[in-house]
C-alpha cells in the first residue's frame, strides 16, 4: 500500500529533525541525564516538528539502550511505540476531545502505572482547543503527576492556553524551518524515491511550503505524481496551477515601466490558463516587500529575500521603483 511521503520520511530520530537543533540538543542532553521534564509544551506552525518530535521523545524516555539521548529504534519498547502498539503511549486530538468529561476519563486512567513500558505518556495535539473546564481538570494532575507519567501538549496557537497551564510545563517554541533547510531535505527525499528533482523546482516547493517540512513533502509527492521525467520549476507551477516566479517578475516589471496594455495582456493570459490569481497576487506582495527589503538594506538585504524572484531580477526591480511607490503597492496587494 502507498504511503505519503510525509509519512514515510516522518524522523524517527532526533537528529533527523531538520531546522529545529534548539529543541532537539536539549531534549537529547535531559534524556542522557535523566533530567525529563514530566510536562512540556511544544509551539510553532504547522508542520514543524511538534508532534514528530513528542513520538521521539515518548519513545527516548522509554528505550531500553538509548545512544546519546536518541532512541535505539530495536528494542522492543522502541518497536511497540512505532508499531502502535501499546498503550502506554496515547495521541489525543484535543479538538474532538475537547470536553471536561474526556479529559476527566483520562485523569483517572492516568493514576494507574503503565502495562509494559517505563513511562506512560500523553500527547495532546492542539491543546488550545480544549474547554476551559477541561482545562481545570487537566491542570491538577499537570502540577502534581505520579512519577510514571509524562504530559507533551502541543499547539498552534500559544495565546490560547491559560498561563495555568505554561508555568506548568517546559515551553519549546519551534521556529519557521529554512527554505535551504526544506530544499535540501527534499532532495534528499527526491534522491532515496527516484525523484528526479532539479535545483530550481527544490526552491520553488521549499518556498510554497512556508516554513512547513511537511508541505513540503506534501507538495513534492503531488508533483511527482502528476509528471514524467525531470520535475523542473516549470512543472511545478503547472501542477499547482499558479503563475511562476518568471511571471511575477515580468509582471513587476511592467508595473514598474507604466506598460499598462503588457501587464493586462499577462494578467489575461494566465487567468485564461486557469492559474491561481490569489496566488500570483501573494507573489506579487512577497516580491514588493522583497525590493522595499532591498532599498532599506541594499546588498545585505539578499539573505532576507523570499525567494520569488532571482536576486538579479530582484536589484534590477529596485531600480525602476521608489520607496513610496513600493510601499503603496504593499498596501494595495
Not at 511544544?42 to 511538534?50: D, I, M, V
Not at 504530559?151 to 496557537?157: G, N
Request: charged share 25%.
Amino acid at each position: 500500500m502507498y504511503q505519503a511521503l510525509y509519512r514515510k520520511w516522518r524522523p524517527k530520530v532526533f537528529s533527523e529533525v531538520v531546522g529545529q537543533e534548539h529543541i532537539t540538543d536539549p531534549l537529547r542532553r535531559q534524556v542522557v541525564e535523566g533530567h525529563t521534564a514530566h510536562a512540556y509544551l511544544f509551539t510553532g506552525t504547522r508542520g514543524t516538528g511538534k508532534t514528530t518530535c513528542a513520538r521521539i521523545l515518548a519513545k527516548a524516555v522509554n528505550c531500553l539502550s538509548p545512544v546519546d539521548g536518541e532512541p535505539c529504534g530495536r528494542c522492543e519498547a522502541c518497536r511497540a511505540v512505532d508499531a502502535g502498539t501499546t498503550l502506554d503511549i496515547t495521541e489525543l486530538d484535543a479538538a474532538s476531545n475537547n470536553g471536561v468529561d474526556q479529559v476527566r476519563a483520562l485523569r483517572e486512567e492516568a493514576v494507574y502505572t503503565p502495562a509494559v513500558l517505563k513511562k506512560r505518556v500523553y500527547i495532546i495535539d492542539e491543546v488550545h482547543m480544549l474547554s476551559i473546564s477541561a482545562f481545570n481538570a487537566l491542570l491538577k494532575i499537570i502540577e502534581e503527576p505520579p512519577e510514571h507519567l509524562l504530559f507533551i501538549l502541543a499547539t498552534t496557537e500559544l495565546h490560547k492556553v491559560p498561563a495555568t497551564i505554561l508555568s506548568r510545563c517546559q515551553r519549546f517554541s519551534f521556529r519557521r524551518i529554512s527554505q535551504e533547510d526544506i530544499a535540501a531535505r527534499l532532495q534528499y527525499v527526491a534522491y532515496q524515491e527516484n525523484i528526479d528533482l532539479d535545483d530550481g523546482a527544490a526552491r520553488v516547493i521549499a518556498r510554497l511550503a512556508d516554513g512547513g517540512m511537511r508541505d513540503g513533502l506534501s507538495l513534492l509527492d503531488q508533483c511527482a505524481s502528476a509528471t514524467t521525467g525531470e520535475l523542473t520549476a516549470e512543472r511545478v507551477y503547472a501542477c499547482l496551477g499558479i503563475a511562476g516566479e518568471r511571471k511575477c517578475g515580468e509582471m513587476m516589471g511592467y508595473i514598474a515601466a507604466h506598460d499598462t496594455k503588457n501587464a493586462l495582456e499577462l494578467f489575461n493570459r494566465l487567468y485564461t490558463e486557469g492559474k491561481d490569481l490569489g496566488a500570483m497576487l501573494d507573489e506579487m506582495a512577497c516580491l514588493t516587500r522583497d525590493l522595499l527589503v532591498l532599498k532599506t538594506a541594499g546588498n545585505a538585504g539578499i539573505t532576507m529575500l523570499s525567494g520569488v524572484a532571482s536576486d538579479r531580477e530582484a536589484l534590477e526591480l529596485t531600480k525602476a521603483l521608489t520607496s513610496a511607490e513600493l510601499v503603496r503597492m504593499m498596501e494595495r496587494l
